[in-house]
């Protein structure tokens, strides 16, 4: 199993910004898929997640501006970010689990100016 994530930048405030993450080597249509982020010197928290039936769960802190996705033919999820804030600034993300283990992504940093 390995998962590739892409799209991270800097923009500013009040900006979106897409992020993707590749799955390969795995059944990905069976698979939860989800999104965390970590924040410099704090711990890695989840911001969204996508069952392989399409339930979603997003976080608090950013429901009604982040979207979680997944496109099975592509093998890809998304996580869409709208009305970014500096306080979204962290390395993002993507994890799935297989067999009782978690695969992470390499992360993709998303930072945010004010």
């Known amino acids: 199993v390995q998962l590739q994530a892409s799209g991270g930048g800097l923009v500013q405030a009040g900006e979106s910004l897409a992020l993707s993450c590749k799955g390969s080597?795995?059944?990905?249509?069976?698979?939860?898929m989800s999104w965390y982020r970590q924040a410099a010197g704090k711990e890695r928290d989840l911001v969204a997640a996508?069952?392989?039936?399409?339930?979603?769960n997003v976080a608090d802190s950013v429901k009604g501006r982040f979207t979680i996705s997944r496109d099975n033919v592509r093998r890809t999820t998304y996580l869409q970010m709208r009305m970014l804030k500096p306080e979204d600034t962290a390395v993002y993300y993507c994890?799935?689990?297989?067999?009782?283990?978690?695969?992470w992504g390499q992360g993709t940093e998303v930072t945010v100016s004010s």
């Open positions: 080597g795995m059944f990905f249509g069976i698979h939860n």
């Open positions: 996508i069952s392989s039936g399409g339930v979603i």
């Open positions: 994890k799935t689990e297989y067999k009782g283990r978690n695969y």
